[in-house]
């Protein structure tokens, strides 16, 4: 993948009352600088304090995500952030005037709207992909609740949905391109049943909710006169306590919109964990707490594998093998170290080391337990390095390049015969008066066994 970073490519605001405060709002994003993530800042506070917006500032999951950093906190960002990510925005900061983002119709039409009228800007900087490469899961016995996600070469997800409900019973949606967001996802609004509504009023929550920005579903007959209350208390038309069904000014979009609109709070769930995603969601029952509980744990397994490993198919041919290589660098048995290049990038390049027992160092290191010496493991991500600088220059063959420093070595588990060395190497810095600084890392399998940051002169062979 080589897609740019983006942000917005001005910025917009959006005005309305809070859902579960009631309160007047104004949000506004704003276009930011490349790796700034998604910010939220309020403006409101003395200080204006701003902070990230991942998953582990979520303080509350009860009836919407809320974020949080001291006093400092933000309500209901959940349709605002799948927007954002299923558009491929990466750098924002958010300015909101209170406590809540506005929940307009409760779907998040109006964000893409304006997205789209505002443009999306392209930045310098690559993205930086989270490639799922096994199964990770989190279920919750209690509620029945599950996410699962899957290696994938996109971004998808599958959801289904389960009420003990005569109205709204079991449903699913899937979304397999983040291209269809807008016309398959964006407009699904919120939904909320009857017998919620009385306890979250007495709750303090949804002060601001109406039939313009909630599906109500009404599935369990109650008597004329509840049902009259609670449409006083949510400014809803009078119904017939005799007919269960959906309540709502708009009609449904879809037969499955509570499905869809669940779809859209796992985007914007996911949108908290800071890093666009490769890989297929499949979500049972899912809600705010599970969302939030499965993008925390994502966020700890992107930790453990800062740097991933690039995908390597055995298969697959390769763009340089050794004879190839051998024509552009000077290494000859037994000192070429780099078997084939499988990828090359601008910036960077990817080759593999085959790692037999008939390595002529294992004879001496050690004979009883082989290991591959770290230096030499260096030494092939240098020559991966030195493919990567001759794809620059005229006449590549007539150049060769010389380790001027190395620095930041660290080695973290054996390497020995059998095993596979992938290596990725990407320049630091450009290439200036001939010095390349490049970054480079060897892994095994998906476990980063070694990395470096070298320097290179770049000289014209005599």
Not at 278 to 284: K, L, N, P, S, V
Not at 303 to 320: R, S, T
Not at 332 to 354: A, C, F, H, S, T
Request: glycine residues 6%; hydrophobic residues 40%; charged residues 25%.
């Amino acid at each position: 993948m080589t897609y740019k970073q983006c942000t917005l490519g001005e910025a917009f605001s959006l005005s309305g009352k809070g859902l579960h405060t009631g309160l007047n709002l104004t949000v506004t994003f704003n276009p930011a600088p490349e790796d700034y993530g998604y910010k939220i800042q309020r403006v409101d506070l003395p200080g204006q304090p701003t902070f990230d917006a991942v998953a582990e500032n979520v303080v509350e999951t009860t009836r919407g995500t809320v974020l949080a950093k001291g006093e400092a906190r933000c309500s209901t960002v959940e349709h605002a952030m799948a927007a954002l990510y299923a558009h491929g925005i990466d750098n924002v900061l958010i300015q909101v005037d209170g406590p809540e983002m506005p929940i307009l119709d409760g779907s998040a039409e109006l964000y893409v709207n304006e997205i789209h009228r505002v443009g999306i800007k392209e930045q310098s900087k690559d993205k930086d992909f989270y490639r799922i490469t096994k199964k990770i899961e989190i279920k919750d016995e209690e509620t029945g609740s599950c996410i699962t996600i899957l290696p994938d070469e996109e971004f998808s997800i599958t959801t289904m949905i389960a009420f003990q409900s005569k109205v709204l019973n079991t449903q699913f949606a899937t979304l397999d391109d983040m291209a269809h967001f807008d016309n398959e996802i964006s407009k699904a609004r919120t939904f909320v049943f009857v017998r919620e509504i009385e306890l979250l009023l007495m709750a303090g929550l949804i002060k601001g909710g109406d039939l313009d920005n909630a599906i109500v579903i009404y599935e369990n007959e109650t008597t004329q006169e509840k049902l009259d209350k609670l449409c006083e208390l949510t400014g809803a038309e009078h119904h017939d306590a005799h007919e269960l069904g959906y309540l709502q000014h708009k009609p449904l979009v879809w037969e499955n919109e509570p499905a869809r609109h669940k779809l859209l709070d796992i985007i914007g769930d996911m949108a908290l964990i800071g890093r666009p995603i490769m890989g297929r969601i499949i979500a049972t029952r899912p809600g705010h707490t599970i969302n939030n509980k499965f993008a925390r744990l994502m966020r700890k397994e992107i930790k453990k594998h800062e740097v991933q490993a690039p995908k390597y198919d055995p298969n697959k041919e390769p763009l340089m093998d050794n004879i190839q290589i051998r024509s552009l660098l000077p290494h000859r048995y037994p000192m070429q170290l780099v078997d084939k290049v499988i990828e090359i990038g601008k910036k960077y390049i990817v080759g593999i080391k085959n790692i037999t027992a008939n390595e002529p160092y294992f004879q001496g290191h050690f004979p009883t337990e082989p290991v591959m010496p770290g230096v030499l493991q260096v030494e092939a991500m240098a020559q991966c390095g030195g493919l990567l600088v001759l794809q620059g220059v005229e006449e590549p063959e007539k150049w060769s390049t010389y380790f001027l420093k190395i620095d930041e070595v660290k080695f973290r588990q054996k390497v020995v015969p059998g095993d596979t060395l992938i290596f990725k190497v990407e320049f630091v810095t450009p290439i200036r008066h001939n010095i390349a600084t490049m970054r480079g890392y060897a892994f095994v399998g998906d476990t980063c066994v070694t990395e470096a940051t070298f320097t290179a002169q770049i000289n014209k062979n005599k």
